[in-house]
C-alpha cells in the first residue's frame, strides 16, 4: 500500500475485554515497530519486529499485551483484560531496515472504559 | 537501559524568533533522527544524522549531531506559525534497531 494502515483507527472497549489491533505496513519494509502515546505524551517504545522476529520485547508495559508479524507483514497486537491505564494512541511504524527512518500510520486511539 | 532526554518540555515564542530543542542520550548512539508531530497528527520523519559532529540543513532548520555521538539539537530560525507541533527525537544503539524517542518539546508560535 501507499502508507502503513492501522486499524480500527478508533476502539472503545469496556475493563476486562481483550482487544486486537492490526498494522499493515508498507510493501517490502522489513521492520515494523509499536509505540504508545498517551495524551500529551512522548512515544513510548512497545516491540519492534525485524522480519517475523521480534528481537526486544522489552517494552511491553505487562504480559496482557502481546504482539505477533506474519509473513514478514502484518503484525497485531493484542492487549489481554484490558484496563483503564491502556487507553492510548498505538502508533505503528514501519521501515526499510531495523533503524532507518519510520513512517508512521495514522494510530489506533484506545479507550478502556 | 537506554534512555533519551529532550528539553525543554514546552517552548513558546513569538514568530520570527528561533528556536532550539536539545536532545541527550545515555548511550553513545549509531544514528540519531528528529520527527515533528503536528496537533492530532503522527511523527513525520525530518531527517537523519549518522557520522559524529555532523551538521545539516533544510532550509530555517539545523540539525547537528554531537561529536560523541550522544546528544543532538535542531535549531529553527526565525519560526513561523507553521513551524507549530511537537519535535521528536528518536537514537538507536549500535547493537540494536530498537529506536528510543525522546519525550518531545513542543513549540507553539504566536503571531
Known sequence: GAGVSQ?????VTEKGKDVELRCDPISGHTALYWYRQSLGQGLEFLIYFQGNSAPDKSGLPSDRFSAERTGGSVSTLTI????????????????????????????????VL | GQQVMQIPQYQHVQEG????????????????QWYKQRPGGHPVFLIQLVKSGEV????????????????????ITATQTTDVGTYFCAGSSSNTGKLIFGQGTTLQVKP
Open chain 1, 7 to 11: 486499524s480500527p483507527s478508533n476502539k
Open chain 2, 17 to 32: 524568533e528561533d528556536f532550539t530543542t536539545y536532545c541527550n542520550s545515555s548511550t553513545t548512539l549509531s544514528n540519531i
Open chain 2, 56 to 75: 545539516k540543513k533544510q532550509k530555517r532548520l539545523t540539525f547537528q549531531f554531537g561529536e560523541a555521538k550522544k546528544n543532538s539539537s535542531l535549531h
Open chain 1, 80 to 111: 489481554q483484560r484490558t484496563q483503564q491505564e491502556d487507553s492510548a494512541v498505538y502508533l505503528c511504524a514501519s521501515s526499510w531496515l531495523e533503524g532507518e527512518k519510520l513512517f508512521f500510520g495514522s494510530g489506533t486511539q484506545l479507550s
